[in-house]
Every structure is written in structure tokens, then in C-alpha cells.
């Protein structure tokens, strides 16, 4: 149980990261999350969260700005106390094939899905420290493994945030911090409808276990490296994606 | 000046188990209190709450012994 603890997922209003934040409700903690721009979105998921009986809220935020994440960190602090979990899991796609990215299209995606991770772990790290205590959960993908056509600057981030979670799980754990990347494969969301057929049947020949996963699969890793049971693993990348990485 | 020795010393015995008869004004944060660099970090995390300031980060490089810390607190606080 995560009874009192209080959860910031960032991403959390809509597809896995508003898994998340139900899963983290679910059992007890209360939850803080991070959107970009669909304020009813955002406003719907806490309505959900509440219904756990927990403490909810949420803040528009661009996690690839400091001002911002570091006001709504402060905000948070002051008026709940702590963060014991921090879910880096707000992320955004601009595919394109590498001969026809635009910079801005790198720079975006980049911004906001390697950079919101730093800003966001640094701003936590600060009151986690303190009190001594804290897991740091970062979404990942496949792809930052593997690599996928279109995909360049979506999988150079994700490859960029294992390398962020080994690093931070090294500088942090011996104040009694946790760090560990979820690597979700396939997962139906609106962010995989938006991927064109042809590529979405050519994952599912890769995929052992015959299907695309859901956001609660991605939810339940989250629930367990965010609680006690897990206390003893860190700087580890927990792949949630059917036996797609087993190689 | 004997005030704010006191209360670098406080923080500096509770956060590095130090003994409080071997913190002088010339001690070395690192070599003769063996702080690593996260220490120090938070070291200064406490400092900065505690004198309700803010230490530059690229200040901290330059801290070495007690007195160093208690030069830049009196040098800084308002």
C-alpha cells in the first residue's frame, strides 16, 4: 500500500500515464499530475483518482520548461508536504523518416521526452534527499532499444532516459532512492493508433505473447517498483512488452 | 560571525557524523571529514534552509573547509 504517499505523474491525464495514476490511486497514494493542454482530460482523470478516496490534483505544465516544473514542484511541496514518487511519463511523437526530420521535430521531441525527464528528476531529487527516501520511475520504450523507422529522435530520447535512470539510480541510492525505467512494447494507446497498419502488423509477427499490451499492463510494473516490495531494485529497465525484447 | 559558526557546525555534525570538537573554522569539508561530492550537495541543500538563502551552484566548487561556508553565509545573507 501507498497509503499517504503522494504520486506525481507527469502525462497523467490521458492514455498510460492516466493508467498509472488509477493504479497508483488504487492503492492509496495521492496523486499529483503533470498535463500539457487538455485541461477536461486532465480535470476527467482526477474526478477518476478521487473516486479512490485519495487526495488529487493536477497542473498544466511543460516539463521541457524549468520555470514551470520547478514552480509546480514547489507549489506541490509546499502545500502537500513531500513527493515519494515521481512517474516521468509525459512524452510526445513527431515521426518522420531521418531524411526528411525537421530540426524542430528532433528538438521537440527531444525537449520533451529526455529533457522533461532531467528537469522533472532534478526538481524531486532536492525534497527526496532530504527526507531520504523516494522512487523515481521513468517510462521508456522499446524503441530506445531497438530502434524503429521514423522514429529517430523518439528513440534517441528513450535510449537517452535508461542512460539517465542507471545514472540518477547510481548518484541517489545511497540516500535511499530508487530509480528504474518501464519499457512498455506494444501498448494500445492513441499515441500507437496514430502508427500506420502495415507497421503495426509487422510488430505483432515480433510479439510472443500474440498481442498488443494495455495501459494497465505498463500501470502494474509502475504499482510494483513504486512500492515496498521493490526496495531492493534499482537502475533497472523492466520491460512490459510481451516477450517482444527477448531477442 | 560565532553564531553562524555554531549553526554551519550543527548541520555539519548532524549530516556528516562528525564530533563537534573537531570542527573548526579550518576544516576540510572533504579530506578531513571524508564527504563525497552528494555530501556536500547536501550539505548545502541544508544550509540554504537553514539560512532561508540560495548558494550558487557554481559556488560550492569553492567550498572547502568550515570557514569557507561561514565566510559566504556572512558575505551573502541579507
Excluded at chain 1, 73 to 102: C, F, P, Q, Y
Excluded at chain 2, 29 to 44: E, P
Aim: proline share 1%; aromatic share 4%; with cysteine.
Amino acid at each position: 500500500m501507498l497509503t499517504d504517499q503522494v504520486a506525481l505523474v507527469t502525462g497523467g491525464s490521458r492514455g498510460i500515464g492516466r493508467a498509472i495514476a488509477l493504479s497508483l490511486a488504487s492503492v492509496g497514494a495521492n496523486i499529483v499530475i503533470f498535463y500539457a493542454g487538455n485541461k477536461e482530460a486532465a480535470e476527467q482523470t482526477v474526478q477518476s483518482i478521487l473516486e479512490f478516496g485519495v487526495k488529487a490534483t493536477s497542473y498544466q505544465v511543460d516539463v521541457s520548461k524549468k520555470e514551470e516544473v520547478d514552480s509546480a514542484i514547489k507549489e506541490i511541496i509546499a502545500s502537500w508536504g513531500h513527493i515519494d514518487i515521481l512517474v516521468n511519463n509525459a512524452g510526445i511523437t513527431r515521426d518522420n523518416l531521418l531524411m526528411r526530420m525537421k530540426e524542430d521535430e528532433w528538438d521537440e521531441v527531444i525537449n520533451t521526452n529526455l529533457k522533461g525527464y532531467f528537469l522533472c528528476t532534478k526538481a524531486v531529487a532536492r525534497p527526496m534527499l532530504k527526507q531520504r527516501s523516494g522512487r523515481i520511475i521513468n517510462i521508456g520504450s522499446v524503441v530506445g532499444i531497438t530502434g524503429n523507422t521514423g522514429q529517430a529522435n523518439y528513440a534517441a530520447a528513450k535510449a537517452g532516459v535508461i542512460g539517465l535512470t542507471k545514472t540518477t539510480a547510481r548518484e541517489l541510492a545511497s540516500r535511499g532512492i530508487t530509480v528504474n525505467c518501464i519499457a512498455p512494447g506494444f501498448i494500445k494507446t492513441e499515441m500507437t493508433d496514430q502508427l500506420d497498419q502495415e507497421l503495426h502488423e509487422e510488430w505483432m509477427k515480433q510479439i510472443p505473447l500474440k498481442h498488443f499490451g494495455e495501459s494497465t499492463d505498463v500501470a502494474e510494473a509502475v504499482k510494483f517498483v513504486a512500492s515496498s516490495s521493490a526496495r531492493y531494485i534499482t537502475g533497472q529497465t523492466i520491460h512490459v512488452d510481451g516477450g517482444l525484447l527477448m531477442g | 560571525m560565532a553564531d553562524v559558526l555554531d549553526r554551519v557546525k550543527k548541520i555539519i555534525v548532524e549530516h556528516l557524523d562528525a564530533n563537534e570538537a573537531e570542527v573548526t573554522m579550518q576544516t576540510n569539508i572533504k579530506d578531513d571529514l571524508g564527504a563525497d561530492s552528494l555530501d556536500i550537495v547536501d550539505l548545502i541543500m541544508e544550509l540554504e534552509d537553514e539560512f532561508d538563502m540560495e548558494i550558487a551552484e557554481d559556488k560550492t566548487e569553492e567550498i572547502a573547509t568550515v570557514g569557507d561556508i561561514v565566510n559566504y553565509i556572512n558575505q551573502h545573507k541579507s
